[in-house]
């Protein structure tokens, strides 16, 4: 670590209880950013959305870990075996999970159901992402406020017999 960077870290102050939890939060109070301690763990899980031709990655689900990093892989393992995207039953769905690194798999889940209208065994897939991530940086939504309304100004007419002061 260089000295400039230690002197960075030096102007956050430690928010909550000081060593009662691993990977306490450091808070910059001049802009309400904080950068995380070493130990905030979430396993996070991507699937695809389908919108007729478009298809892109949505974060669905964020999951806070607590403890280190092996809680958190083991977690997610976990997360590979059972967590569906809304329109699937787990029950009821094949699976196939594919490690792609250390901290991150690719899950295929298939299900097959018989259509009346077709008359014949109809095939669905899907795939999400499951990720391995710490936590290194936040920073807080700023509040929304309503629009300040603008000064109203006396009419022609008011301002005429003097009524616009």
């Given at each position: 670590?260089?000295?400039?960077?230690?002197?960075?870290?030096?102007?956050?102050?430690?928010?909550?209880?000081?060593?009662?939890r691993?990977?306490?939060?450091?808070?910059?109070?001049?802009?309400?950013?904080?950068t995380?301690g070493?130990?905030q763990?979430?396993?996070?899980?991507?699937?695809?959305s389908?919108y007729?031709?478009?298809?892109?990655?949505?974060?669905?689900?964020?999951?806070?870990?607590e403890?280190?990093?092996?809680?958190?892989?083991?977690?997610?393992?976990?997360i590979?075996?059972?967590?569906?995207?809304?329109?699937?039953?787990p029950?009821?769905?094949g699976?196939t999970?594919?490690?792609?690194?250390?901290?991150?798999?690719l899950?295929?889940?298939?299900?097959?159901?018989?259509?009346?209208?077709?008359?014949?065994?109809?095939?669905?897939?899907?795939?999400?992402?499951v990720?391995?991530?710490?936590?290194?940086?936040?920073?807080e939504?700023?509040?929304?406020?309503p629009?300040?309304?603008?000064?109203k100004?006396?009419g022609?007419?008011?301002?005429?017999?003097?009524?616009?002061?």
């Amino acid at each position: 670590m260089t000295a400039g960077r230690a002197t960075d870290w030096r102007r956050y102050r430690l928010v909550g209880r000081a060593g009662s939890r691993p990977g306490g939060q450091l808070c910059s109070p001049q802009n309400g950013e904080i950068t995380a301690g070493l130990f905030q763990w979430y396993v996070l899980v991507e699937a695809n959305s389908n919108y007729g031709s478009d298809s892109y990655g949505e974060l669905k689900k964020k999951h806070h870990v607590e403890g280190d990093r092996s809680a958190a892989l083991s977690h997610a393992e976990e997360i590979c075996r059972t967590w569906c995207p809304s329109q699937w039953e787990p029950e009821e769905s094949g699976r196939t999970v594919f490690q792609t690194s250390e901290t991150s798999w690719l899950v295929e889940v298939t299900d097959e159901w018989w259509s009346e209208y077709s008359g014949a065994i109809r095939t669905s897939e899907g795939h999400f992402r499951v990720t391995v991530a710490r936590l290194v940086h936040a920073k807080e939504t700023p509040p929304a406020h309503p629009p300040e309304k603008p000064e109203k100004k006396a009419g022609v007419i008011r301002r005429a017999f003097g009524g616009g002061r």
